[in-house]
């Protein structure tokens, strides 16, 4: 669990003009002047059966309850719960999860019966069946043959179908499988009647621009709705989701904090604020609860959310670099993206003190702690900062006022609390 510490010094001043408001891009030119690629974008949460293949995690029956409960409060379309089959006490969540959400909520089948069954006992009103397409994986991790595959999903689709449960089929492998198998299965399963169609890109080996073309020839095949799968193999999992979306794709699984088999997949926030902010479309989602759920999920599934982390590391919003924190001491658009602020994902900004620090960033933290310096003052506390920093040691408050008294900075009135 990342440790937020209150020994290191915070960002405590206010923000001087309103947030800006998303779609209020007026003001940014370059690559935000269109933002018309994608009108909506639905968001499916795998992290409660994906995300907890990661290895060495697993949710206890309790944290499977209380991150769906967050997720659903959220807004999020869809919550793959869980695979039914897999025990009593996954098929016991998965059905709790079910009766107490008021979103939908998805159980994950192999095109096996019992795990159809169970997907549908448990109360789910989505049943995600998924059979491999790839022939490494026909043959070797299945030993069937294409025609067992195409069978097999089509009897499938049909026994949810028929069940009354909405139907998503994922033909397992989609970026490493012959294209023109690919569509055979995708045309059949629609044919059969699936409600979704997931193309997994389950080795993460897809790019954006191969992967927005294979989104396309698939939404050319089907009158299914389609959901995008991808995994962050080469670190191209959430460009390769939102380059789904852009091809035509109503739907993105994603995973907090991006958890899951190997690399992980997609991360929930990283897709969602960019869908929000950089998109400027409306998810429907609370953003202002994302590092909430981010930390209940880095708590739960023992997995330590790097401080470089995109949208909820704790670095995603810090500044040390004397240029970087003097304009952001000015005007957080300088060296933010302007279009997501710290409170729009419910973080807080932190100038932190180190090496890099400017005179601008030590007379705004001298300030806070109430004290009056002189220009003199404030570079000689300046070179103490970064020398210590250089050291690579942390600087804590107990250090910068230290500085300070040795300085012989007056201390005039007591540290402002904001």
Known sequence: MRRRSSDRVQCLHKATRPLTPVRGVEFFQGTLDSTDEIESARVFDTTLRDGEQSPGTSFSYDDKREIAAVLDEMGTHVIEAGFPVNSEAEFEAVRDIASSTSTTTCGL??????????????????????????????????????????????????????????????PMDATRTDETFLIDVIESVSEAGTDWINIPDTCGVATPNRFRAMIEKVCAHTD?????????????????????????????????????ERAGNAAYEEFVMAVESVYQCDTGIDTTRIMELSEIVEEKSSIETPGNKPVVGDNAFSHESGIHAAGVIENSDTFEPGVMTPEMVGATRRLVMGKHTGTHSVRERLEERGYEPTDDEVRTVTRRVKDYGAEKRRITVEDLERFAEEAGVERQREEVQI
């Open 224 to 260: 299914a709705r389609v959901d995008v799968h991808t995994h962050d193999d080469f670190g191209l999992a959430t460009a390769n989701a939102l380059s789904g979306i852009e091809a035509g794709a109503d739907q993105a699984q994603v995973s907090v904090n991006s958890i899951g």
């Open 109 to 170: 089948a192999r095109v096996v019966d019992d795990d159809i069954e169970a997907a549908l006992d448990s109360g789910v009103e989505m049943v995600h069946t998924f059979v491999s397409t790839s022939d490494v994986q026909i043959e070797d991790s299945m030993h069937a043959t294409r025609e067992d595959v195409v069978q097999r999903a089509v009897e499938s689709v049909e026994r949810i179908t028929e069940a009354g449960a909405t139907c998503m089929f994922s």
